[in-house]
């Protein structure tokens, strides 16, 4: 059984919201369950970072088929912005996020939620597939070249200094 899903402040009609506070390694005694198992039974993820580098949940999520929310506040997010793809039905909505505008945050996670809540069966899959294909350009061997660069810059300036 998985904690919280019995709950009746964490359910909503037919929707669980679980609420995972802690990394997931198959043995941290809240669900132990690996992150992937988890993963791949969902139908919609959340990751509102305040600050991630890059955010590979929200990726992983969507690699994995499951369209995801997450903020202008990660690398990711971001990312997505400049390809075009902030709402949900694109399979990640990027919500603008602030030091002021928690409630703004909120409400459009709620909002999406509702929203992808009343879609069909038809266009949550054709969502998820979305979602996938955006995955799919953020492959290594697409960005490959990017760190090769960075490095090879960064080398450069740390010869000159010498």
């Not at 709620?110 to 266009?123: C, D, G, M, R």
């Not at 998820?128 to 960005?143: I, M």
Request: hydrophobic share 40%.
């Amino acid at each position: 059984m998985i904690p919280y899903l019995d709950r009746e402040d964490f359910t909503i009609g037919n929707v669980h919201v679980v609420f995972v506070p802690t990394y997931l390694n198959g043995n941290d005694g809240v669900l132990n369950l690996p992150y992937y198992d988890l993963l791949i039974g969902l139908d919609l993820t959340v990751f509102p970072s305040y600050y991630e580098p890059w955010g590979y949940t929200p990726l992983e999520s969507m690699a994995f088929h499951v369209p995801t929310i997450t903020t202008s506040l990660s690398g990711y997010g971001v990312w997505c912005e400049e390809q075009g793809c902030t709402t949900i039905d694109k399979g990640v909505a990027v919500i603008y996020r602030n030091d002021s505008n928690t409630d703004d945050v909120i409400n459009h996670i709620v909002n999406t939620i509702e929203y992808y809540l009343t879609l069909s069966t038809q266009k949550t899959a054709a969502i998820r597939k979305s979602a996938v294909r955006l995955a799919l350009q953020a492959e290594w061997k697409n960005f490959f070249t990017y760190y090769r660069d960075a490095y090879s810059i960064a080398l450069k300036k740390t010869l000159a200094r010498q």
